[in-house]
């Protein structure tokens, strides 16, 4: 009896050591989960804040400078800068509403750039040019200033951001928790007087103030929304432990809005907004981290190719990648017949370690989709030929619509051309033989800058 009693007691306390022993296993493997998880909330904010910086930097010079010769530089830099910005801002723990105008605003800096640098060289700045870029210098000091005040509060451990995420007051009183919420809440209204930029960007945000041409369907409930959402959404085979619903979406596409949470990790909540309109995804952003790159960037397209197929999108041709941070990012454009619709954009991100899709965003397509009744060309593609410069070798050419100022469109012949080892993209309009743009193709690491 006493043999089996001792025998009782050492099996559980052999039990209650085993158990305690995972207890702190489990403790430590969550700590280090949350420690990587903050550090890469700190480093995207620290990198965002930086390159925001630099933006309202670059605008400063941009506005004192007189020399047409730096143009090209300072805004390639501010372009470059602005995006970085928006980029490191989009994987922080904040709700796609929070950072809208935000990230619009970062766009347009960019776009504007943009812009600025395919003008030809020593093209003067106008009056209007530099009023606004003073608007724009103006809304980055604002931007700025919001986000110096977020970072003293986070320097003074006045919130972290995996609880800021979480939204729950576990460590910190719940009032404390939404500051960083509220303040970028509030950068966030400080740029919705913003005007949109009177500008031809390439062939992005060109139908800002049109109403939606592609949402079709009936209208769906938010439960019929994360169903969809669940479905189109790549999980690498990552199970779903917690599906969130995070509110709705005004503005010209009014969405459902989701956090979806794989595998009980805190440092993958994917984000997806959901058209209410026909359940079309406009938009969602796994901030995953890519550590490596275990695949090259042609494997990269293709998987983004395969998946817009799975997912039911066909007729879309790629056009541009980017890639940054181990992210491939594909350009696709709608192909009707054999023309190349630039304004149904859609872009697709690829992590290049495991090929998973990333990030989705379909809003230019569904703001602009519509089958077009496209005109017979007045021109042939000899006719449209003879109107470039006779120095360029064409290399390769085809039809294209592309956008204009305005909500405008032009069927175009799409000519690729080379002259002293630089490569041209010029669009001719197929009625009346008018160059309708003109971009130089900049080859980089990161991919193929048009500019």
Do not use: C
């Amino acid at each position: 009896m006493t043999r089996r009693l001792t025998a009782a007691i050492v099996a559980l306390a052999v039990l209650w050591g085993v158990t305690a022993f995972w207890g702190v296993t489990q403790v430590q493997a969550r700590r280090r989960a949350e420690t990587l998880l903050v550090n890469k909330y700190n480093r995207a904010f620290y990198e965002s804040l930086q390159r925001s910086k630099n933006v309202e930097a670059l605008l400063s010079k941009g506005l004192a400078t007189a020399s047409p010769e730096h143009m090209d530089t300072l805004f390639s830099d501010l372009w470059y800068n602005a995006n970085a910005a928006q980029e490191n801002l989009l994987q922080l723990p904040l709700s796609h509403q929070v950072v809208a105008r935000t990230a619009k605003f970062l766009t347009q800096v960019g776009d504007y750039a943009y812009s600025i640098t395919k003008r030809d060289q020593g093209e003067k700045f106008s009056e209007q040019d530099r009023q606004t870029m003073r608007q724009l210098y103006e809304r980055a000091r604002s931007l700025n200033r919001e986000l110096a005040t977020v970072e003293r509060q986070a320097a003074d451990g006045r919130f972290r951001w995996t609880e800021v995420r979480e939204g729950l007051g576990r460590v910190f009183p719940r009032g404390t928790l939404a500051t960083a919420d509220t303040s970028f809440r509030r950068v966030d209204s400080q740029l919705q007087e913003l005007p949109v930029l009177i500008y031809d960007g390439p062939f992005s945000d060109h139908l800002e103030r049109a109403e939606p041409l592609g949402l079709t369907g009936d209208t769906v409930t938010e439960a019929q929304a994360r169903k969809i959402a669940r479905r189109f959404i790549d999980f690498k085979g990552a199970e779903v432990t917690g599906v969130k619903s995070t509110g709705t979406v005004k503005g010209k596409i009014p969405a459902y809005s989701f956090e979806f949470s794989t595998d009980g990790r805190q440092e993958n909540v994917i984000t997806a907004n959901v058209a209410k309109k026909g359940g079309h995804v406009v938009y969602y952003i796994n901030p995953r981290s890519v550590e490596s790159t275990k695949i090259d960037d042609q494997k990269g397209l293709a998987l983004a190719q395969e998946f817009l197929k799975s997912r039911g999108i066909e007729d879309m041709v790629p056009t541009y990648t980017l890639r940054r941070q181990n992210i491939l990012t594909v350009s696709f454009a709608y192909r009707q017949g054999d023309v190349i619709v630039y304004p149904d954009l859609i872009k697709v991100q690829v992590a290049l370690d495991n090929g998973q899709i990333l990030g989705y965003d379909a809003l230019g397509f569904l703001m602009s989709h519509h089958r077009r009744d496209l005109p017979e060309p007045a021109l042939t593609a000899d006719e449209a030929r003879q109107k470039l410069n006779p120095q360029l070798k064409v290399l390769a050419e085809r039809m294209a619509v592309v956008p204009t100022s305005g909500k405008h469109e032009v069927l175009t012949y799409e000519f690729k051309a080379e002259m002293d080892g630089e490569t041209f993209l010029v669009y001719v309009n197929a009625q009346t033989g008018q160059e309708e743009h003109i971009f130089k193709l900049l080859k980089t690491p990161a991919g193929t800058l048009v500019l």
